[in-house]
T-cell receptor, first 110, second 114 residues
Framework: TQLLEQSPQFLSIQEGENLTVYCNSS?????LQWYRQEPGEGPVLLVT?????EVKKLKRLTFQFGDARKDSSLHITAAQPGDTGLYLC??????????FGKGTRLSVIA | SAVISQKPSRDICQRGTSLTIQCQVD?????MFWYRQQPGQSLTLIAT?????????ESGFVIDKFPISRPNLTFSTLTVSNMSPEDSSIYLC???????????FGSGTRLTVV
């Protein structure tokens, strides 16, 4: 089973600041997904990255996939209180189930 | 993507009792997955439920404690048996998308065992 190391575990920042969350593995990802979970809800998919070196943007969120497909990052620009939540990276290979990192709990203070 | 209806959304149960959680999907899916999310933690896979065969359990989870039913391609249940306070968690069902597409999750069942 692929292990996903996610950092930082907790992050508390002021509104308007930038932040980066990291996801790493010792194995190569076939693909990697980022999810966001709010209290009382299940995780919701933000993005899937597949190709090494890939960069995807979703409004103020920028997702990068490492060239070697062993790491990924999520960068949020000018964070807002609505960005508060649990951010999870996850991966699976072939027909194996989705495996999650430990998550980064983000709190954006107004 | 699929839409999942999960219930109950929350429950408070006495230790030693059992609770059955239901998930209904709006389309036919081959595999459904059950996850546990302990307080403040990430998601841990309990088992994979295939229609027409026994569920496949992950290490640390056993059928006697977490029996699963999968009577058809749109429905599954997870039972948490003989509950103890350590079973207090959020339980989520999920279905997988096509290759490289995201998974869809139910909204979860918040279980508190007292």
């Amino acid at each position: 089973t692929q292990l996903l190391e996610q950092s930082p575990q907790f992050l508390s920042i002021q509104e308007g600041e930038n932040l980066t969350v990291y996801c790493n593995s010792s194995s190569v990802f076939s693909s990697l997904q980022w999810y966001r979970q709010e209290p009382g809800e299940g995780p919701v998919l933000l993005v899937t990255v597949v190709t090494g070196g890939e960069v995807k943007k979703l409004k103020r969120l920028t997702f990068q996939f490492g060239d070697a497909r062993k790491d990924s990052s999520l960068h949020i620009t000018a964070a807002q209180p609505g960005d508060t939540g649990l951010y999870l990276c996850a991966s699976h290979s072939g027909n194996t189930p989705l495996v999650f990192g430990k998550g980064t709990r983000l709190s954006v203070i107004a | 993507s699929a839409v999942i209806s999960q219930k109950p959304s929350r429950d408070i149960c006495q230790r030693g009792t059992s609770l059955t959680i239901q998930c209904q999907v709006d389309s036919q899916v081959t595999m459904m997955f059950w996850y546990r999310q302990q307080p403040g933690q990430s998601l841990t896979l309990i088992a994979t439920a295939n229609q027409g065969s026994e569920a496949t359990y992950e290490s640390g989870f056993v059928i006697d404690k977490f029996p699963i039913s999968r009577p058809n391609l749109t429905f599954s249940t997870l039972t948490v048996s003989n509950m103890s306070p350590e079973d207090s968690s959020i339980y989520l069902c999920s279905v997988g998308g096509r290759l490289n597409y995201g998974y869809t999750f139910g909204s979860g069942t918040r279980l508190t065992v007292v």
